[in-house]
């Protein structure tokens, strides 16, 4: 075995596969590689041996195995760490019996070698690694009772935690995560990096995620088209508009943004800042007559209009290139007023918030539109929809809102989902501290200045939120508690640079 066969990317690949597509297709791309699953298999545990053999441990291991291949790259594991004088305790969570074929012989292995098995957690210290090597690529549904108790109890262990391709519990395509599912601090992951790994709750459960190859990268890649995106931040930055020297206010977009109803004049100020920040060159702001002042205040490069009904409307629509329906709205006679007069006309369109909900009353296609739900809103816009999905299945989601309204959509979450037609980019950016009101409205003013600037709607969305998520992170070094959504501006700013 090469060196590079038993190494790990940290940098990982633009590209992501569902779990199935690598199960399904592991085998031809060993045999084109030359090579053999068994091969595979020691590779695998090789890579998490050469992660293992770099951590400061102070304490045991504890390898959890299951009944397939994953439990098979476990016991490979647990042969090297016992070879090199780690101490190791192996908890089989299924028969031993049950192995088949490679992973039969990798738990031979590991007993010739002198290891041994438990049926029951029996460590006398506490475990310094917990390596979770039950379940892989085949896991959907729930955990059995046996596999949650043991993690049940394992909870509260202050071990750092690795899991072997995917951790138990995780569904590697769709990101739903099982009760009780495996918390990982590090996922080593096989062959491909695989889609369910990068969103949704299944970002928590699989920590920093690290790619193996095994040598059959390249073959597989040859194999089998992506079934979705990661791009990097850079590949993103570099579309980024280009401001020429002798730009120009008008040239450089005029954006609408359409909100803030009786009492509700926070959203559309934030969002029309935003818009600002991120370069518009002319933003105005339709607001409910009592908000005109409370929104000009302070930020008096918008121009904010008080709009009575919708045939006040019409006139701003007819100087604007770009719009923004929704924050702070509310679902009055008087929003579904200015809504219907925004559906009517063909501008590019960002629908967010209470735009969202009124959308859901009566959904259709809006092709003009680029659609940013959270999940409970992309709930809501799902229940017209004749196949509806399984509403825990982030990607199923976001290609089913997709499709029907034959819009761009940014359904929101850790790992933001992109999605216009087939096209799908997984977001990299973003942090814990981004759970504060606002957000959302900053990220519609941010998705318009860059449509206003002339990219398309899937790369306007795409970079947005990647810069939403980055500026956060930014601001987030003073502290992840009590990030205002307005703390973002500055960052915005220098990053769209």
């Known amino acids: 075995m090469s060196i590079s066969q038993a190494k790990y990317l940290t940098n990982l690949p633009q590209v992501a596969y569902t779990a199935q597509a690598v199960q399904a297709n592991e ?22 041996f050469d992660y293992v053999s770099r951590l400061s441990l102070s304490g045991p291991i504890l390898i959890l195995t299951g009944k397939g291949n994953n439990g098979g790259d476990g016991y490979v594991l647990a042969r090297l760490c016992h070879q090199a004088g780690m101490a190791v305790e192996v908890l089989a969570l299924f028969d031993p019996s049950q192995l088949q074929g490679d992973a039969q012989q990798a738990y031979q292995a590991y007993l010739d070698g002198g290891g041994v098995i438990s049926d029951a957690v029996q460590m006398q210290s506490t475990p310094a690694l917990i390596v979770d090597a039950v379940f892989g690529s085949g896991f959907r549904g729930q955990l059995p009772d046996k596999v949650a108790e043991v993690f049940r109890q394992l909870a509260s262990c202050s ?61 597989f890649a040859q194999l089998v088209s992506a079934s979705s995106h990661y791009f990097s931040g850079e590949s993103l930055l570099a579309k980024r508009p280009v401001r020429a020297a002798d730009a120009y206010k008008n040239r450089c977009g005029h954006v609408l943004l359409i909100g803030g109803g009786p009492g509700m004049a926070g959203a559309i100020r934030l969002a029309g800042e935003a818009c600002l920040r991120a370069g518009a060159g002319l933003v105005s702001v339709a607001t409910h007559p009592d908000n005109q002042a409370m929104v000009l205040q302070g930020r008096y490069e918008l121009m904010v209009h008080g709009v009575a009904n919708a045939d006040a409307l019409q006139p701003l629509l007819d100087k604007a290139d770009t719009l923004v329906i929704g924050p702070g709205l509310g679902q009055s006679e008087w929003a579904h007023a200015l809504f219907d007069a925004v559906r009517a006309c063909e501008h590019q369109v960002v629908v967010d918030a209470d735009g969202l909900n009124l959308l859901a009353g009566q959904p259709g296609q809006w092709q003009n539109a680029v659609l940013t739900p959270h999940w409970g809103e992309a709930k809501r816009l799902c229940v017209g929809i004749d196949s509806n999905p399984e509403t825990s299945n982030r990607f199923g989601m ?91 501006f500055v960052h915005i700013r220098g990053i769209i640079g």
């Open 398 to 488: 976001s290609n089913a809102l997709a499709q029907y309204y034959q819009a761009c959509v940014v359904l929101k979450g850790p790992g933001t989902l992109i999605q216009q037609a087939q096209r799908l980019n997984i977001n990299r950016s973003g942090c814990a501290a981004m759970a504060s009101a606002g957000m959302g409205d900053v990220l519609s003013g941010i998705i318009a200045a860059l449509l206003a600037q002339g990219l398309s709607k899937f790369d306007a969305a795409m970079l947005a939120v990647y810069i939403h998520g980055l500026a956060a992170e930014k601001a987030a070094h003073d502290g992840a508690h009590g990030l205002l959504a307005s703390d973002l």
């Open 159 to 219: 071990a750092h935690r690795l899991a072997v391709d995917i951790p138990s519990g995780v569904n590697g395509s769709t990101s739903e995560v099982a009760r009780d599912a495996f918390v990982a601090d590090v996922t080593m992951t096989f062959i491909a990096l695989k889609q369910g790994l990068l969103s949704g709750s299944a970002k928590q459960h699989a920590g920093q995620v690290y790619l193996a190859e095994l040598g059959v990268g390249q073959e």
């Open 27 to 48: 085998a031809e791309a060993a045999r084109l590689a030359g090579s053999t699953l068994s091969a595979l298999m020691q590779r695998a545990g090789a890579a998490l």
